[in-house]
């Protein structure tokens, strides 16, 4: 099925389209692992899994055409404007130059960056970049997208209006995979799984988890399980 | 002793980074630079440490002047920088004694002050620092910055990417160093972890928002929040935001944080207009305000 995924090994799961899945984990419990054999990065070597309806190990490549993907670390150049970055991406994902300068048009218009189109993209505040980058991600309109830490730093406002936009593209169909260490940022997906040592030791709606373990908060929930 | 900024302003090519920064942190205490990237925090950091001069003001660190005294300053305070800055290529055990050598003293003399935190890297002393996880180069980083005993300890950003257990741990670690005699100054991104210290700065865009105790800071919020839920998140945003009478919509965690315009408001009257907009399941509460409803409100 398009826009939903299966991974199955010693961890398995099921992510439907349109769902905002929030990906939790202490540092090193191979949240990282997962997320590189999911987007076609990295084979995982027992098991089976399906992402946008193409199998990892044979179809890494078209895994990679019908996700989007931004990083905390990674996502967009530096010493490129908000411009050249948005075609240069648009270019890779194969958009033809007129779809390129409409997305442009539109994206600047929505994110409001219409100041700062001819801007290094690496002289721009985090929140912007961040912003910008999800945007990007969803240039050639993936079926799901994967985030991860995509807020790491950003202000609380600015955090906030992220947010806003990964729930404006959930509600128009689009998968979102997502991992935070922000905890009431976990609260606002739809279900979460929390990750220990390689396994999901818990999965289910923020709301289900907390009364599973008789607690107030998500950050309850994982500060009882991440450490076993 | 402890810090004193006085009017601090930093610019660079043209732009401020730092504008008219006045704030004392007092001997022993635990004082947190609170804010998001970009605010500013990682400057104040190199102008106390002596790495950076600013364009205007004095700072003294620990009685001392930033500029004059650096040296000094230098043998008397540890630095932990936002970025990991130890060799990559030493093992734990190499890093941790290069940094006691160059400061005069041994890992031997000082080790009661890093034991607790170092016993949990020592299985893997001879591992290359470059290979360590996120946490475990988090703590050697913490060990070289403490190795010579320093009054005053400077931490960048420590959590930033650590997850909440950690960051727990890491806390309880910094509230034990306070009881040593150790000032700190600390700077983090977390709202949450800004109650954990004596007192907090609030920073955004070279600004110091305000100064206090963090349940002072939270008493002066000057709205009344209530906290709404319903079936649908974001529909809920999006109707909140057409209501006509709101003054901030932001979602918290399970929640929406609102705050009216009007002094006195009504609930039943947003209630009916949630309803109006097909919304169902609704609750609204009223819930005291937290540091980041007050960093909001303060920066909008």
């Known amino acids: 099925m398009f826009g939903d995924f299966t991974a199955v090994n010693a961890i398995t799961f099921d992510v439907k389209q349109g769902e905002i899945f929030g990906f939790l984990g202490a540092n090193g419990a191979g949240k990282t692992t997962a997320m590189k054999m999911l987007i076609g990065i990295l084979r995982p070597t027992h098991g089976h899994a399906l992402v946008a309806g193409f199998d990892v190990y044979k179809q890494p490549e078209s895994i990679k055409r019908n996700i989007g993907y931004m990083s905390q670390k990674f996502a967009l150049y530096n010493d490129l404007t908000v411009t050249e970055n948005v075609a240069f991406f648009g270019g890779i994902y194969g958009l033809s130059k007129a779809l390129i300068k409409t997305k442009t048009k539109m994206l600047l218009d929505e994110l409001g960056l219409e100041n700062v189109a001819n801007t290094l993209v690496g002289s721009l505040p985090l929140g912007w970049k961040q912003k910008l980058a999800f945007s990007v991600a969803l240039l050639h309109e993936p079926k799901i997208v994967f985030l991860d830490e995509p807020t790491g730093g950003v202000d609380p406002i600015t955090r906030r209006q992220f947010w806003e936009m990964i729930y404006k593209s959930a509600n128009q169909g689009t998968t979102i995979f997502v991992t935070t260490h922000y905890m009431d940022e976990a609260e606002y997906c739809d279900r979460i799984s929390i990750m220990v040592n390689g396994k999901i030791e818990a999965l289910d709606t923020p709301e289900m988890l907390k009364r599973q373990f008789n607690v107030a908060t998500i950050n309850e929930v994982f500060l009882k399980l991440a450490r076993g | ?300």
């Open chain 2, 1 to 300: 002793m402890g810090i004193t900024l006085d009017n601090i302003s930093k610019s660079y090519n043209g732009i401020k980074a730092l504008e008219n920064i006045s704030f004392e942190v007092n001997d022993g205490e635990l004082f947190g630079l609170i804010g998001p990237d970009g605010a500013g925090k990682t400057t104040v950091f190199r102008i106390l440490t002596t790495l950076l001069i600013a364009d205007e003001g004095n700072a003294n660190v620990a009685g001392l002047d930033v500029v004059a005294d650096y040296k000094t300053i230098r043998q008397s305070v540890g630095y932990m920088p936002g970025k990991f800055s130890l060799y990559q290529d030493l093992t734990v055990e190499e890093n941790l004694k290069f940094f006691a050598t160059i400061f005069g003293t041994t890992i031997a003399e000082n080790y009661d002050l890093i034991k607790e935190i170092y016993v949990q890297i020592e299985p893997f002393k001879t591992r290359r620092a470059g290979k360590l996880s996120g946490g475990m180069k988090q703590k050697l980083a913490l060990c070289c910055a403490l190795i010579h005993k320093p009054k005053i300890l400077f931490l960048d950003e420590p959590t930033t990417g650590v997850d909440p257990v950690s960051r727990k741990e890491f806390w309880e670690m910094l509230k034990r160093l306070q009881q040593k005699g150790i000032t700190i100054l600390v700077s983090t991104p977390y709202m949450d972890e800004a109650a954990l210290c004596d007192r907090i700065a609030l920073i955004q865009n070279g600004k110091i928002l305000q100064i206090d105790t963090p349940d002072a800071i939270v008493k002066q919020y000057p709205k009344t929040i209530f906290c709404v839920n319903a079936n649908n998140k974001y529909q809920l945003i999006e109707a909140l935001k057409t209501y006509g009478h709101q003054h901030s919509v932001y979602p918290f965690g399970e929640f929406v944080h609102y705050t009216d315009q009007r002094n006195i408001f009504d609930v039943e009257d947003l209630k009916a207009f949630l309803k109006s907009q097909n919304l169902s399941k609704i609750t609204i509460e009223q819930v005291q305000p937290t540091i980041e409803d007050t960093f909001m409100e303060l920066a909008r």
